[in-house]
Nanobody, 119 residues
């Protein structure tokens, strides 16, 4: 099994910063893509950013230039540095990881961490 444990959410004022972390633990051979998604109340879950095992990144247009995704492969951890936060960034943030195990490869999700940006 693979578990993703997120941390770093909280309450911040508009214009502030937060850093989210997500560590993968359990039994797996390797992790390919990792990423962050978010879901605001009454809205669908949306992609925020992804990163490959080689470090290639992809961002949603709404966060490009403000958020930075990175990862530490040795620690099986992905990070999301969020700067210049806006009230519309308020959401539950979920990390995901595509992990390979013997005979199985699938996407796993964390339980989510709340980010609230006050105006």
């Amino acid at each position: 099994q693979v578990q993703l444990v997120e941390s770093g959410g909280g309450l911040v004022q508009a214009g502030g910063s937060l850093r989210l972390s997500c560590a993968a633990a359990g039994s797996f051979l390797s992790i390919d893509n990792m990423g962050w998604h978010r879901q605001a109340p009454g809205k669908r879950r949306e992609l925020v950013a992804t990163i490959t095992s080689e470090g290639t990144t992809n961002y949603a247009g709404s966060v490009k230039g403000r958020f930075t995704i990175s990862r530490d492969n040795a620690k099986n951890t992905v990070y999301l540095q969020m700067n210049s936060l806006k009230p519309e960034d308020t959401a539950v943030y979920y990390c995901n990881a595509y992990a390979r195990r013997i005979g199985l490869a699938m996407n796993y999700w964390g339980q989510g961490t709340q980010v609230t940006v006050s105006s």
